[in-house]
């Protein structure tokens, strides 16, 4: 029997100002979200067109013209609309909220009379829908419309939204299913399911989790209803790179509760998995928990960058074997990334266990800052270990990877995806229920909340990860009798705990460091070690042999080319070399740098028209300053590099 | 002003008996040439079809049914007789012949009344010759044509092909051109320049030379023939890939003069390099001339693989960036290295330099033998220098490379083209002209001719490479003055040459070893060493950076998985470990075969659930065994490695 789920405090609870998500928190409001209304709106120069907001004027009959842009083009509008919500929850700022409201009025004129949107089919493939299940991606932009809508109807009260999806949710469920008058399809790119499951938390209205249900286990039997569907003479191929279409792709190849390893789309299998991950819960589904909990250790002890990206092959976006992590040519797609903290934290929540949130710690904190640049106007799409930026350039086979951020995608998942990340990064700080709060990430914020029926502020404050030590204040109105949990990190050393000033012993249970006592106003203060280490991989990653990454605490750091010199694989530290860590206030508003000695080998010795000889190497000593891996590229473009050579 | 070119012996002067080549050049008319056969006729089970012969006999008349396969697929029925030819004319195979003269009037009767032959557009595209030279591979196909019937002339004194492709050559001459009349184009896939100046080689017709000429003359001015034509309605796109057409790839993106750097398709590129380096010599052209040094430096000193395979990237199968040669996800095709063959033994017979000839031999004697197996019966089309079976497998970006050789492809220019390289060998042993003769490659044979006047025998004996020493038995009937030039190898140390057993000055021009004297009946003993040594790559190769190839003389060496064990990449080598050669007689029938002691490292201190730990490596003692590269993949298929690491 499952135990009751644990969840996040809403949003508004909190107030964040934390000095290292700073940076990128408040930029969100002032220049993310306007810079992204820009180009949906196409008012950017020199930008991939991205028609959003142009297809909803027409599919609203207030346009004329020709349905532009990728397929699932209103998702992007969609998770803009979601990230607005989740700061205005924090932020207000009317501005902001008119516009929303203006375009949630605009979705809504585009909205059919029977509850059906999408700018695509109803516009450039009118009067067919649902017949390219495979590739239409009608389901996914429904479900990030539905998660924008519960995301907005909490933040400002607000109806029209939510109703708005709602209808649309409702024709979902009319739609699909497993009556004869149902089609008993599932959605080519997942999505919908982990959506119908918060409009059914908010509802409470059974068909929208049945049917999340019935996606998840209709999705995978034999015959598959994909290679079906594109046999079919009315079904409209949409990339062209599905010709040669296997489920494994979307995970459909076998029913959800056989699989056991992360296969296929990295995005479309850990939004899945979320959703797998809920049912579980709300079904009370051990067998479906297991497979969760299979997938999750197959992902992170076989398949995930010490970046906490996912996804070893740029073809099909993709998962691929078990130790393949090749470092510059892997797609690593920042939404991948955030579908893993979704995943992630939905496991914790269920399990209680602190190690999700080593993973999910290790994800945001490198894989999704490097999908944004500093100014908050430029993102990577693809997140590579290693960039030479003469090959990406040079080899057409590497194009996915960008040495330099863009200013937009022509498939453009990616920038929105992470702006509602970092709106709602306030949703990974505590879990809790109404006698437990647990502490999972280390974020300076004021929480007012209530546990155990009594009114509780939580202070954090910290400037974690520049030093490692939390002084999390609690102050209840009256004497409150509840469990703090504190994680514990898995790199933390010499992990102490003080009340008042003085050692407090405490239980670990699974991760979580746990203080059960009344409180009234007390301050905890927690410490811990964190030093920089040289880390391995399993020596069964090929790509990574002999070689070792700088991590200290949530932070992988690398080598960049503008602090360093051209060429960074010929470098080559001792395992035994020291780490030297400073911290620098004027180097991306504030950084912990690396720098160690190390040895080169030097091209000295070689001349221009020398490729191959037996020569020696000839040795120069250097000294190696790595930064934060989340912050690369931020400086003069150049070579990167995350994995160095060792010395055996 | 250019010296007089040298030129091969014809290969019916020569008899190769060699201990080395054997397994492949007496294979071929037994084993490979009829079992390409089968598949041109499609009579091979469980191999992709290639429709080679239906098309020819749909073409004919003689079979009703659709035109099917690549586009150019007369292009392997063109190499496959050119490849008999070469057999015939050292190894008289009457009933071999009966075949090829049946495909011969076959290919007769599929002509038209205009001389032209392509079954594709006289079947499949019916009228629309010459409208889509970007993609459509006439001028491509129409060389091999020739090129296998200048082949089968010289080998049987046989006509009919003859005049077969020179009334196509007529038609091709009369098309293309400057005049008004005349198409403006040139060949999308080079290789009919060459072949056209193998057709002047014998008629003297200056039409053929200058028509090839006018195409690399034409090619890359602008504005680009392949942008407008791709732009015009009846325009004929074959491949999808072709979608984002950028004139680099076909190496028409400047014109060719300008051209300093191997860039786009390998292939394309090394067969135009090839008529770059022809007409150079025919027209006294030095600025050409100097063109193709500068692109054969650009290859050999920034752009070749070890083995001497070309191509980093799979996609568009070309050339990218100096010192870009990732070592599992590269092209490296066997028909580039062929293309590399071709253009080194043109610019050695011009230059009369052997270093062309270093690269020359370390190309077949690794990339272009790695293309065939021992068996003759399998191929790779793609020759990485890793292979990790589950990567490959697993990561569809990778599914160019093959784990294991394949029984025929769906485009299948690889097979013949070895068969044709195999059969062509002795055209690389010596080069000649009226008063010297060049020895090039170190392959037993004996050799018939005329030089300066007189009868010659040349009688090279050797092992090579079981051993490095060589004899060569020189006989003339009277006493004849002339030089003989023996290639020493960039490999070679100690390199000794003896006459009648007395130590022999010899002056040294461009590589070779050279001796002028009266011969008449003389022994001349060769000594060199060339033991096994650990060679580096210029510190520029990041894919290489502190590794080393195993090389022993022309041979490079590698591990596979069934010597050693899984994880190659967890091997260390001292650079100063002793490397241990010794021949093995029973191993695909006698090879020198490389053994050291080495580090690797342990996955014994981790756990399944492990992917990322601070950890020092646990070091196990092992000892390596490394085969030459060409031999791979002919026992348990694996993981094969070149490029070791090392202890630095």
Redesign the interface.
């Known amino acids: 029997m499952l135990n009751k789920r644990l969840h996040s405090f809403p949003l508004k609870a909190m107030k964040i100002d934390d000095c290292y998500w700073n940076k990128y928190t408040k930029l969100v409001p002032d220049v993310v979200l306007p810079y992204q209304w820009k180009i949906l709106n196409d008012q950017e120069k020199d930008a991939a067109p991205s028609y959003c907001l142009q297809n909803f004027k027409i599919a609203a009959g207030e346009l004329k013209g020709e349905r532009k842009g990728v397929v699932f083009s209103d998702s992007d509008v969609a998770k803009w609309l979601e990230a607005v919500a989740y700061s205005l929850e924090t932020t207000p700022n009317p501005e902001l909220e008119k516009t929303a409201d203006a375009v949630i009025a605009l979705i809504g004129r585009a909205q059919c009379d029977d509850g059906y949107i999408n700018t695509y089919f109803t516009l450039k493939e009118h009067g067919k829908r649902w017949i390219s299940l495979t590739e239409g991606h009608e389901l996914y932009t429904a479900g990030h419309l539905i998660e924008a809508a519960v995301a907005y109807y909490h933040a400002t009260g607000k109806e029209a939204f939510f109703k708005i999806v709602c209808r649309f949710a409702d024709l979902i469920c009319k739609v699909f299913g497993t009556e004869e008058n149902q089609i008993h399809g599932y959605p080519g790119h997942q999505e919908i399911e982990l959506a119908l499951i918060k409009l059914y938390d908010v509802t409470g209205k059974k068909e929208y989790i049945e049917t999340a249900k019935y996606f998840i286990d209709a999705r995978g039997h034999q015959p598959n209803y994909f290679v079906e569907e594109m046999q079919r003479p009315n079904y409209i191929q949409i990339f ?1 790179e599905f010709s040669n279409y296997n489920p494994v792709y979307s995970q459909s190849d076998k029913p959800v509760r056989e699989q056991t390893a992360a296969e296929g789309h990295a995005v479309r299998g850990t939004y899945m998995y979320c959703a797998m991950a809920d049912l579980a819960f709300y079904y009370e589904d051990e067998k479906l928990l297991k497979c969760c909990e299979k997938i999750w ?1 197959n992902i ?3 398949r ?1 960058y ?1 970046t906490g990206s996912i996804g ?5 976006e ?1 998962f ?5 992590l ?1 470092n510059s ?1 892997n797609y690593s797609e920042t939404c991948a990334s955030i579908g893993l903290v979704l995943f992630g934290k939905r496991m914790a929540q269920i399990n209680r266990d602190a190690s999700y949130f080593d993973v999910v710690e290790r994800t945001l904190y490198n894989t999704v800052r490097s999908g944004i640049s500093l100014e908050g106007n430029r993102y990577f799409y693809v997140n590579p270990l290693e960039v ?1 930026p ?2 990406c ?7 996915h990877v960008k040495p330099v951020r863009q200013k937009w995608f022509d498939i453009a998942c990616c920038p929105t995806n992470v702006a509602r990340t970092l709106t709602s990064l306030g949703q990974y700080i505590y879990s809790s229920d109404d006698e437990n709060v647990y502490i999972n990430l280390f974020i300076q914020n004021d929480l007012h909340t209530e546990i155990a029926g009594n009114d509780v502020m939580l202070k954090l404050v910290t400037d974690f990860p520049k030093s490692s030590s939390l002084s999390l204040q609690v102050t209840t109105k009256g004497v409150s009798d509840f469990s703090i949990h504190i994680r514990i990190p898995d790199y933390a050393e010499n992990f102490h705990i003080a009340i008042g000033g003085k050692p407090e012993a405490y239980s670990v249970n699974k991760g979580y460091a746990c203080i059960k006592r009344c409180w009234h106003d007390e301050q905890i203060d927690i410490t811990f070690d964190m030093p920089a ?10 790509a990574d ?2 070689k070792v ?1 700088i ?1 200290r605490g949530p932070e992988i750091f690398c080598l960049e080319e503008t602090d360093n010199f051209k ?1 960074l ?2 470098a ?1 530290i001792s ?1 035994s070399a020291k780490l030297e860590e400073h911290y620098d206030e004027t180097l991306f508003g504030g950084t912990t740098v690396i720098t160690c000695r190390a ?1 080169k ?3 000295e010795n ?1 001349n ?10 000839m ?1 120069e000593e250097v000294t190696l300053t790595a930064i934060p891996y989340g912050y690369w590229c931020n400086r003069t473009p150049g070579e990167m590099l995350v994995w160095l ?1 060792t ?2």
Chains 1, 2 share one sequence.
């Open positions: 062209p250790d992170v002890h076989k995930m010490i070893s092959s740029a073809h099909l993709r691929t074997a078990d130790y393949d090749p040519s030479w003469d090959n350039l040079a080899d057409t086979a590497m194009q280490k040289l880390v391995s991989a399993n020596p069964n990653v090929r042999s002999n990454a991590v060429n694989p010929s080559f395992r040895k080998i030097s091209d070689w221009n028209d020398e490729l191959y000889k037996a020569a020696k190497p040795i050579n010395i055996l």
